[in-house]
C-alpha cells in the first residue's frame, strides 16, 4: 500500500475516534448541566463547564495530532520539547490565573458558598454577589464592592453565616439592688414566658442570675433564633428586647444604670 494511502487511512481513523470522543464528552456534559440545575439553576459551574470542556477537546486533538505525526514517522519528541520549553513560560506567566481557575472549582464543587450567601473570608464579610472564573465578588456591610482572587478564597478561612440554622441570642438584663426577691423570679418567668411563646425563638433556652454587677443584678438569657439570616436575627432579637422591656415596665421592675453611692463619714472634733 502507499505510504500517502496509509496516511489518509490514518487521518481518517483519528477523525473517526475524535469525533467519538467529542461526542462521548458533549454527552456527559450535559448530563451534567442537566444535574446541576436541578439542583441550583443559577450555578457558576454552569459557566465553568464549557471552558472544561473546550480544554478536554483540545487536549484530544493534541493526542491525536502527535499520534499521528509519530506513525509517520516525525520526531515528536523534539516537538514535545519545544511545547515544554514553551509550556514552562506560559505556565510562569499564566500561573496566578490557572491557580484561580483551580480555586474557582474547588469552591464550587466542595459549595463552600453560593451567590446570596454572607460570608466572612479573612477579615472580609458581606454577600456574595458573583463567582466568576477569576475572583468571587464580595458586597460588603459599606456597600463596597471587593474582589477577592479564588485561589485566596480556597485558602482562607471561610465562615458561611447564611448556612447556618440558628442563632445565638445571649442578653444580659441589670435590675437594681433595690429590686425584691419576688421581682426578681418574676423577672426571670418573663423572660422565660416571652421566649416560649416567641415562634421564632428555639424552646430550649436559659434563663438564670449570672452575677452581681457594680450597679446591677444581672439575669442572663442565653437560646436561639430559628434562622440563619443575620437580618431575620436582628429583627427577632429586636422584637425580643422590646417585648422585655414593655413587660418589665408593666410589673414596675427598675433597669439598673450606672451607679455610685458615696458614703460621707461625719465626725466630730473633741
Do not use: C
Given at each position: 500500500?502507499?505510504?500517502?494511502?496509509?496516511?489518509?487511512?490514518?487521518?481518517?481513523i483519528n477523525i473517526a475516534l475524535i469525533l467519538i470522543?467529542?461526542?462521548?464528552?458533549?454527552?456527559?456534559?450535559?448530563?451534567?448541566?442537566?444535574?446541576?440545575?436541578?439542583?441550583?439553576?443559577?450555578?457558576?459551574?454552569?459557566?465553568?463547564?464549557?471552558?472544561?470542556?473546550k480544554l478536554l477537546k483540545a487536549v484530544i486533538i493534541?493526542?491525536?495530532?502527535?499520534?499521528?505525526?509519530?506513525?509517520?514517522?516525525?520526531?515528536?519528541?523534539?516537538?514535545?520539547?519545544?511545547?515544554?520549553?514553551?509550556?514552562?513560560?506560559?505556565?510562569?506567566?499564566?500561573?496566578?490565573?490557572?491557580?484561580?481557575?483551580?480555586?474557582?472549582?474547588?469552591?464550587?464543587?466542595?459549595?463552600?458558598?453560593?451567590?446570596?450567601?454572607?460570608?466572612?473570608?479573612?477579615?472580609?464579610?458581606?454577600?456574595?454577589?458573583?463567582?466568576?472564573?477569576?475572583?468571587?465578588?464580595?458586597?460588603?456591610?459599606?456597600?463596597?464592592?471587593?474582589?477577592?482572587?479564588?485561589?485566596?478564597?480556597?485558602?482562607?478561612?471561610?465562615?458561611?453565616?447564611?448556612?447556618?440554622?440558628?442563632?445565638?441570642?445571649?442578653?444580659?438584663?441589670?435590675?437594681?439592688?433595690?429590686?425584691?426577691?419576688?421581682?426578681?423570679?418574676?423577672?426571670?418567668?418573663?423572660?422565660?414566658?416571652?421566649?416560649?411563646?416567641?415562634?421564632?425563638?428555639?424552646?430550649?433556652?436559659?434563663?438564670?442570675?449570672?452575677?452581681?454587677g457594680e450597679s446591677s443584678i444581672n439575669i442572663r438569657?442565653?437560646?436561639?433564633?430559628?434562622?440563619?439570616?443575620?437580618?431575620?436575627?436582628?429583627?427577632?432579637?429586636?422584637?425580643?428586647?422590646?417585648?422585655?422591656?414593655?413587660?418589665?415596665?408593666?410589673?414596675?421592675?427598675?433597669?439598673?444604670?450606672?451607679?455610685?453611692?458615696?458614703?460621707?463619714?461625719?465626725?466630730?472634733?473633741?
Open positions: 500500500m502507499p505510504k500517502w494511502e496509509a496516511g489518509l487511512i490514518a487521518i481518517a470522543l467529542f461526542k462521548v464528552i458533549d454527552t456527559v456534559d450535559k448530563k451534567i448541566i442537566e444535574k446541576i440545575k436541578t439542583q441550583e439553576s443559577n450555578s457558576p459551574l454552569l459557566r465553568f463547564l464549557p471552558i472544561l470542556m493534541f493526542i491525536a495530532i502527535t499520534g499521528f505525526l509519530q506513525s509517520q514517522g516525525y520526531s515528536v519528541s523534539s516537538i514535545l520539547a519545544g511545547f515544554g520549553i514553551g509550556g514552562i513560560a506560559v505556565g510562569m506567566a499564566a500561573k496566578d490565573a490557572l491557580a484561580n481557575i483551580f480555586g474557582s472549582f474547588e469552591i464550587l464543587s466542595d459549595h463552600i458558598y453560593r451567590i446570596g450567601d454572607y460570608v466572612k473570608i479573612n477579615n472580609i464579610e458581606g454577600y456574595v454577589e458573583d463567582i466568576n472564573i477569576r475572583s468571587t465578588k464580595i458586597r460588603d456591610l459599606d456597600n463596597f464592592l471587593i474582589s477577592i482572587p479564588n485561589n485566596i478564597a480556597a485558602n482562607a478561612l471561610i465562615t458561611n453565616v447564611s448556612q447556618a440554622k440558628k442563632r445565638l441570642i445571649n442578653i444580659t438584663f441589670g435590675v437594681t439592688y433595690s429590686t425584691d426577691n419576688n421581682k426578681i423570679k418574676l423577672a426571670q418567668n418573663i423572660l422565660k414566658e416571652l421566649a416560649t411563646t416567641h415562634k421564632e425563638i428555639h424552646n430550649e433556652f436559659t434563663v438564670a442570675i449570672h452575677d452581681l438569657f442565653r437560646g436561639y433564633v430559628k434562622t440563619g439570616s443575620y437580618d431575620k436575627f436582628l429583627k427577632v432579637r429586636g422584637e425580643f428586647l422590646e417585648q422585655v422591656i414593655e413587660k418589665f415596665r408593666e410589673n414596675n421592675i427598675d433597669f439598673a444604670f450606672p451607679s455610685r453611692s458615696v458614703y460621707i463619714e461625719n465626725t466630730q472634733e473633741v
